[in-house]
C-alpha cells in the first residue's frame, strides 16, 4: 500500500487547512487509517484515526474539536480537515494505515505511511 499526503502549507493562526491522503489499494476500506504529526525535535504523536471496522473517529485531546476526519472509500482516500490552527500544529503531518488489532494511536502499529507534507502555523 502507497500513501500520499498533500495539502499542506503555511496559514496564519485561526486559518484552516485541509490534508488528504490517496492510498493506492484495492482494499482501502479495510484499513484503519490514521492522522500522525512531528514537530521539530518532538517525538511522532497521535492526531486522530478512523477506524475501518465501524468508522469511530479517535482524536488526541490538542485537536479535539478543531481537527476533523473523514474518509471516502470510493476514492481511497482520507481526510483532515484541519480549524482554529495555532502554532503549535506547526509539524509534518503524516498518514498512516493499519489493519485490524488495537493500537490506533500508537505508531509502531500501524503498516504503511505516507511521505508527510508540511503545516506552518504562524501567529
Known amino acids: 500500500v502507497q500513501l500520499q499526503a498533500s495539502g499542506g502549507g503555511s496559514v496564519q493562526a485561526g486559518g484552516s487547512l485541509r490534508l488528504s491522503c490517496a492510498a493506492s489499494?484495492?482494499?482501502?476500506?479495510?484499513?484503519?487509517m490514521g492522522w500522525f504529526r512531528q514537530a521539530p525535535g518532538k517525538e511522532r504523536e497521535f492526531v486522530g484515526a478512523?477506524?475501518?471496522?465501524?468508522?469511530?473517529?479517535y482524536y488526541a485531546d490538542s485537536v479535539q474539536g478543531r481537527f476533523t476526519i473523514s474518509r471516502d472509500n470510493a476514492k481511497n482516500t482520507v481526510y483532515l480537515q484541519m480549524n482554529s490552527l495555532k502554532p503549535e500544529d506547526t509539524a509534518v503531518y503524516y498518514c498512516?494505515?493499519?489493519?485490524?488489532?488495537?493500537?490506533?494511536?500508537?505508531?509502531?502499529?500501524?503498516?504503511?505511511w505516507g511521505q508527510g507534507t508540511l503545516v506552518t502555523v504562524s501567529s
Open positions: 498512516a494505515a493499519k489493519g485490524s488489532g488495537v493500537g490506533i494511536r500508537t505508531p509502531a502499529k500501524y503498516d504503511y
Open positions: 489499494t484495492r482494499t482501502f476500506s479495510v484499513y484503519t
Open positions: 478512523n477506524t475501518w471496522s465501524d468508522g469511530t473517529t
